[in-house]
């Protein structure tokens, strides 16, 4: 089987501003605050492969967010900040993309949460601008834009994925996952314009698995802002 994944994204302006308030980080403080992209990203904890009964979401939506800085980084421009709010909004897409089973940033499925504006205004209505961001992948260790796979099973009756040489895929590690997100939408021109935006001062990532597919699949969101 081949498989293509893409990434999708939306840019909205907002031309008005409703005052400012940058919630505390509270559960996120040790992967975000204070913490310094390169050191993060040296992490042993981040050569660890990923397992489909024990997914650590935290510490691979903080490696797609330093990975990103290292991108700005790259591009001589300030590093994002982390804000809570630009999280919650990404996490609540994800996760409602894996519940309906959709890929877009229209949730034509949740009223209230059909715009990426819905979303991310609800936790804070301060930004003057927001962009968004989204991927779908699956957590198989594989290289190229093309992933060709089959299922087979081991002497024990176990499901394995292998590789068009018959070679066994395995998982992920969080660091190689989450680069190859990254990379993902640094190809294509409208996302990676979003992620070295000058004017986006702020972001928040968030990615959701739907164990039940098969490689399992994951959907994340990159939510940008700035306020005055």
Request: charged share 25%; aromatic share 12%; hydrophobic share 40%.
């Amino acid at each position: 089987m081949n498989t293509k994944f893409k990434p999708l994204i939306l840019i909205i302006i907002l031309h008005f501003v409703w005052g400012s308030n940058v919630c505390a980080q509270q559960y996120y403080d040790k992967y975000y605050t204070k913490v310094i992209f390169t050191d993060f990203l040296s992490d042993s904890r981040l050569d660890k492969r990923l397992e489909a009964e024990e997914i650590d979401l935290d510490l691979l939506n903080a490696a797609i967010f330093h990975r990103t800085n290292l991108e700005r980084s790259i591009a001589n421009l300030p590093l994002f900040e982390f804000y809570d709010n630009l999280y919650l909004s990404a996490l609540l897409h994800s996760e409602s993309m894996i519940k309906y089973d959709f890929f877009d940033h229209i949730n034509r499925h949740e009223r209230n949460w059909r715009m990426p504006s819905d979303r991310v205004l609800h936790f804070d209505s301060s930004y003057i601008t927001l962009a968004e961001n989204i991927v779908e992948n699956n957590l198989l260790d594989y290289r190229g834009d093309v992933l060709t796979y089959r299922l087979e099973y081991d002497e024990n009756g176990i499901s394995i994925y292998v590789d068009a040489d018959g070679l066994e895929l395995k998982y992920s590690t969080y660091r190689d996952l989450a680069s190859r997100l990254v990379v993902q939408w640094m190809k294509s021109k409208p996302h990676r314009e979003n992620i070295l935006n000058d004017t986006y001062e702020l972001l928040g990532c968030s990615c959701a698995i739907d164990s039940k597919k098969q490689p399992i699949l994951i959907r994340c969101t990159q939510n940008f802002g700035s306020m005055e």
